[in-house]
């Protein structure tokens, strides 16, 4: 079975500081995404990343950044963590298109609850 | 740009009872649409892909459909019990994203009472 795990389950920070949220995949997939989710407003995609050292910005990237030095690894970086960045993140790995170029199931972590205080 | 939208935010059953979700999308017909199941505090879990060639998909007492002339996706959980109450998202390609990119509906919360 794919397995996503994400670093933490909860976490509390206060505003301006740095965060790192860290998501490991075992499957060897090339795709890897970053969301937040909220009530009333969805999953929204912040940054994905389709091979090491690959970033995209998704629909919500501002504030945040994102690192991908190993395939398995794909990191989500609040520079300066705000009131507004309370949120349950989730991050999700698929494997590269599936023949005939379309989006691929994604595989999800449990998701981490972040709370700025 | 594509949109997805699950009719119902809520969905109140009763145990035995067949439920039907709805996922209705604009513009564009998705070669395929997926369904999720997403627990509170979880992340989403993987039910079923079809595809725009194929009218019904079955998996065990799942049932979806995809008709694309009228741009939908139904979801049919026959027999429910308490155990499917959950929220269940569609999901279908962003098209004009980067590879790999699904755009999700907001999901319905599904209750199903004993």
């Known amino acids: 079975d794919v397995k996503v795990t994400q670093s933490s389950r909860y976490l509390v920070k206060r505003t301006g500081e740095k965060v790192f949220l860290e998501c490991v995949q075992d499957?060897?997939?090339?795709?890897m995404f970053w969301y937040r989710q909220d009530p009333g407003l969805g999953l929204r995609l912040i940054y994905f990343?389709?091979?090491?050292?690959?970033?995209e910005k998704g629909d919500i990237p501002e504030g945040y950044s994102v690192s991908r030095e190993k395939k398995e690894r794909f990191s989500l970086i609040l520079e300066s963590a705000s009131t507004n960045q309370t949120s349950m993140y989730l991050c999700?790995?698929?494997?590269?298109?599936?023949?005939?170029?379309?989006?691929?199931?994604?595989?999800f972590g449990p998701g981490t609850r972040l709370t700025v205080l | 740009s594509q949109k997805i939208e699950q009719n119902s935010e809520a969905l109140n059953i009763q145990e035995g009872k067949t439920a039907t979700l709805t996922c209705n999308y604009t513009?564009?017909?998705?070669?395929?649409l997926q369904w999720y199941r997403q627990d509170p505090g979880r992340g989403p879990v993987f039910l079923l892909l079809?595809?725009?060639?194929?009218k019904e998909k079955r998996k065990e007492r799942l049932k979806v459909t995809f008709d694309t002339t009228l741009k939908q996706s139904l979801f049919h959980i026959t027999a429910s019990q308490p155990a499917d109450s959950a929220t269940y998202l569609c999901?279908?390609?962003?098209?004009?994203?980067?590879?790999?990119?699904?755009?999700f509906g907001k999901g319905t919360k599904l209750s199903v009472k004993p």
């Open positions: 999700a790995s698929s494997f590269s298109k599936l023949a005939g170029g379309f989006a691929d199931t994604q595989y």
């Open positions: 513009n564009y017909s998705p070669a395929y």
């Open positions: 499957m060897d997939h090339e795709n």
């Open positions: 999901a279908l390609e962003n098209y004009g994203g980067s590879q790999g990119n699904l755009i």
């Open positions: 990343s389709y091979d090491v050292k690959m970033k």
């Open positions: 079809i595809r725009e060639n194929e």
